[in-house]
């Protein structure tokens, strides 16, 4: 199972860092009330100039440790603290994030509500003082303990009888690597975890595991009626999966016939599915790149609102969300016919707990799996290719290109790269995605939300459109 890919440092962000810290240096013009104040600031801005040690770390081989101090929202502090201290940077080698590094603990450190623990982990790598390798303790001498920017970490500097300098446990492969005038980065051979950050990841593992609900089979139902063969033997408990089909508890919708009284729960629910549905909104929205789908579930849908009364209900459900580049695909006339976004979704929503493990290993073990969706009584077949999951088959295939969005026990959110739609009974599918219309997009309106908007309008506005 790969893990989430770190690249370099954009060209651009050094650029903009670069601007920023001279415009910060320039003088401004104040009054004599504000004088004092302003030579204070600009004498503390006065030391991040192109020549700083930031500046180097940003365009230096420490590329992956750079794009990980961007995505922890660290460089603002940083600047500070560089126009306060003499800082002396720990920097671990490209490979040893690449390669050497537990891919689940990668990912854990990318989601967007495990910011703190990056930067804490971050942090622990930096000194707010100059630590030289003049300066490093000698072989007889004992360790040196060093406070780092992490106020509840420190960081023992020792030298083996061999002449190697060590951090803590890992060597320093690089020392002086770089050197400026405030500041200096040593090269190291690994990342260092503070105790409090892996405890975080330990304590998050333990409970994905014990929280994640197992999908469990429905009852024999009576296709007919949609009530059960037999009566239930004991009442369900607060919080079980419910006795019925996730499809008997969906409100009626196009080309479904109208549901019955939903699953058990009563007016009290032991879950909270209107909360569970907008934390992973947002989720989608914080990652980036899937603004289209948000539209469709916030803004010309009631699709969030029955999968919240879904959860509550007791249902799991694992959502494949295409990214922008594939919404971009659709076209007016596939969004024209009443009901389509709510069936292309649909159909892009399984009644089960899936991740992207359980899902590897199923393809892995059987070859191609076909999962039931939300859009009766199409199913949507999956099968490895190229060492991930694929969904689909020729041209309205897709990839598993984002695994394990959000994963909170009740919904799973996949990112895949493409649109699905059903197969006929020939194979054929039944629409094929047409060539993409290049529609004129509004700021802070996604592409599919203005092709909605246009097509309803000549009956009504709605106040998401004004």
Not at 77 to 97: C, D, M, S, W, Y
Not at 199 to 208: A, I
Not at 311 to 335: C, H, I
Not at 337 to 349: D, K, L, R, T
């Amino acid at each position: 199972m790969g893990g989430i890919p770190i690249y370099g440092v954009s060209s651009l962000l050094f650029i903009l860092l670069t601007l920023s810290i001279t415009s910060t240096a320039l003088p401004t013009p104040s009054s004599p009330k504000h004088h004092h104040h302003s030579q204070s600031s600009t004498a503390a801005a006065s030391q991040i100039n192109s020549n700083s040690v930031l500046v180097a770390l940003l365009d230096s081989h420490y590329t992956e440790l750079a794009e990980l101090v961007e995505k922890a929202l660290l460089l603002h502090t940083l600047e500070q603290a560089v126009g306060n201290h003499n800082l002396t940077i720990f920097a671990p080698r490209n490979e040893a994030l690449e390669r050497r590094l537990d891919p689940e603990f990668k990912r854990f450190l990318l989601e967007p509500r495990n910011l703190h623990s990056l930067q804490t982990l971050l942090m622990a790598h930096i000194l707010p003082s100059r630590v030289g390798s003049p300066n490093w303790p000698k072989p007889s001498d004992p360790s040196r303990r060093h406070r780092t920017l992490s106020s509840s970490h420190h960081l023992h500097l020792s030298t083996k009888p061999t002449g190697q300098k060590t951090v803590d446990s890992a060597e320093i492969v690089r020392p002086d690597d770089v050197t400026r005038p405030d500041g200096v980065i040593h090269g190291i051979e690994r990342l260092l975890i503070p105790q409090s950050v892996q405890e975080d990841f330990n304590r998050r593992r333990n409970l994905r595991s014990i929280s994640a609900v197992i999908p469990e089979g429905a009852p024999e139902v009576d296709p007919r009626t949609h009530r059960l063969k037999k009566p239930a033997a004991a009442a369900v408990p607060v919080g079980a999966p419910p006795v019925l089909p996730i499809y008997d508890a969906l409100a009626p919708g196009p080309s479904l016939a109208p549901a019955p009284a939903p699953g058990p729960g009563g007016p009290h629910h032991h879950f909270d599915g209107h909360s569970q549905v907008k934390d992973f909104i947002h989720t989608l929205l914080h990652y980036g790149g899937y603004n289209e789908m948000a539209d469709i579930l916030v803004n010309l849908t009631s699709l969030a609102t029955e999968m919240g009364r879904l959860v509550s209900e007791g249902y799991v459900l694992t959502v494949l969300a295409p990214n922008d580049e594939a919404m971009a695909k659709l076209t007016t006339d596939q969004l024209s016919e009443p009901g389509a976004p709510e069936q292309i979704i649909y159909y892009h929503i399984i009644p089960e707990y899936q991740t992207e493990e359980s899902m590897y290993n199923a393809v892995r073990r059987f070859g191609k799996v076909k999962y039931d969706t939300l859009r009766l009584p199409h199913k949507v077949t999956a099968q490895e290719a190229d060492g991930s999951v694929k969904f689909g088959a020729g041209d309205v295939s897709a990839y598993l290109f984002d695994p394990d969005i959000y994963t909170d026990g009740r919904i799973s959110v996949q990112g895949i790269d493409g649109i699905l739609f059903p197969e006929s009974e020939a194979g054929e599918p039944l629409r094929k995605p047409a060539s993409p219309v290049k529609v004129v997009t509004k700021p802070r309106r996604g592409k599919l939300m203005e092709v909605a908007c246009r097509v309803i309008g000549s009956y009504f506005t709605p106040s998401s459109c004004q």
